[in-house]
């Protein structure tokens, strides 16, 4: 079985720039997100600055590494497993971004003891709260797109794209520990569905 020839070197890229991500968090976790500079990072990485940023533009995207991603995967799920367009149907097409998530956590960026890291500093951070609300707003913009391509009407996708991003960004707030997210989640799912009755 022949593998295509970039593999090893796109293995390489893809340990290089776990390592980036990895030492940031734990400089991230010493000293606060502030005091960090790419400097410290890439030295704790073992790697020069031009590395770091051949992967990243700067440390805030270190945070936010591989959310682009994730919702790549979020919204072919969406195309996917639409069986009929969605119409004006808001509950399905919210059910739908749930699993969605769902289905896309096991493969989500940041690990249990990173998004702690990652929930401490947004505490902490103004900055970084506007950051990662700009990068919720786009995951919802493209979650809507997915949604319309599904057949959903306008209305209904922009809703239940921001209804979940609100969702989500009540379980961070809500949850205790990064365990506890994905059952916070579930309640503030299950508290939208309580609307209707």
Do not use: W
């Not at 968090?25 to 005091?35: M, R, V």
């Not at 990485?45 to 051949?54: D, K, Q």
Request: net charge positive.
């Amino acid at each position: 079985m022949h593998h295509p020839p970039d593999t090893l070197h796109a293995r390489k890229r893809r340990k290089a720039r776990a390592t980036i991500v990895s030492a940031a968090f734990q400089l991230f976790a010493e000293h606060g997100f502030d005091n960090v500079t790419v400097a410290a990072i890439a030295e704790r990485a073992e790697v020069g600055r031009t590395t770091f940023f051949r992967y990243f533009g700067d440390k805030q995207q270190v945070l936010f590494a591989d959310d682009s991603a994730e919702v790549d995967r979020m919204c072919a799920y969406v195309l996917d497993k639409a069986d009929r367009p969605l119409g004006s149907d808001l509950g399905a097409a919210l059910t739908l971004l749930r699993e969605a998530a769902t289905v896309t956590r096991p493969y989500a960026a940041l690990s249990p003891a990173h998004s702690a890291v990652l929930v401490r500093l947004l505490r902490e951070s103004i900055d970084l709260r506007s950051r990662y609300l700009l990068t919720r707003q786009q995951r919802a913009l493209r979650l809507a797109g997915a949604l319309i391509e599904a057949g959903a009407v306008e209305s209904v996708a922009v809703l239940a794209s921001h209804a979940a991003m609100a969702c989500e960004l009540t379980a961070m707030r809500l949850a205790e520990s990064p365990e506890s997210f994905p059952a916070r989640m579930d309640e503030a799912h299950g508290m939208l569905r309580t609307l209707g009755n």
